[in-house]
């Protein structure tokens, strides 16, 4: 989240979530996604499929954290919209997250937008993955 903008210019709530990169804590992250896409009034498909993609997200980053790092998450709702920034910091520069899976099939699926991201500055290294979703699926 180091390029995020915390004040969002186009009028988003923002809620962010910092735990520890395990894989039990990821259904708190995805009981946030649920709760944020229910209260903006996403059909239950699109909740489903947003919790969906957030724990398939979560996990592939906690499967690629270094030792004690945090998983990061923010959730930028507009209206209509819900994006996600999920990072966690890794141990070297090298490592990446592949997008050759069947768990990233799965993201794209989900997620009406995913994009993998990384980051090396000041000699920390980050892996995130950004994804869109909106309320009502789009026709395909």
Same mark, same amino acid.
């Given at each position: 989240?180091?390029?995020?903008?915390?004040?969002?210019?186009?009028?988003?709530?923002?809620?962010?979530?910092?735990?520890?990169?395990?894989?039990?804590?990821?259904?708190?992250?995805?009981?946030?996604?649920?709760?944020?896409?229910?209260?903006?009034?996403?059909?239950?498909?699109?909740?489903?499929?947003?919790?969906?993609?957030?724990?398939?997200?979560?996990? $592939? &980053?906690? *499967?690629?954290?270094?030792?004690? !790092? =945090?998983?990061?998450?923010?959730? /930028?709702?507009? %209206?209509?919209?819900?994006?996600?920034?999920?990072?966690?910091?890794?141990?070297?520069?090298?490592?990446?997250?592949?997008?050759?899976?069947?768990?990233?099939?799965?993201?794209? $699926? &989900?997620? *009406?937008?995913?994009?993998?991201? !990384? =980051?090396?500055?000041?000699?920390? /290294?980050?892996? %995130?993955?950004?994804?869109?979703?909106?309320?009502?699926?789009?026709?395909?």
């Amino acid at each position: 989240m180091s390029d995020m903008d915390r004040t969002d210019p186009e009028g988003a709530s923002v809620v962010e979530v910092r735990t520890a990169a395990t894989a039990a804590l990821i259904p708190t992250i995805r009981a946030v996604a649920s709760d944020l896409a229910a209260r903006a009034d996403f059909d239950l498909d699109a909740i489903s499929d947003l919790r969906m993609a957030v724990d398939e997200a979560c996990a $592939t &980053l906690v *499967d690629v954290a270094a030792p004690g !790092s =945090s998983l990061r998450c923010a959730f /930028s709702v507009y %209206g209509e919209r819900i994006g996600v920034e999920a990072e966690v910091d890794v141990a070297g520069p090298d490592t990446s997250v592949s997008t050759d899976t069947f768990g990233w099939r799965v993201l794209q $699926t &989900l997620a *009406d937008e995913v994009e993998l991201v !990384s =980051s090396k500055e000041d000699g920390r /290294s980050t892996v %995130g993955i950004k994804l869109d979703k909106r309320a009502a699926a789009l026709p395909r």
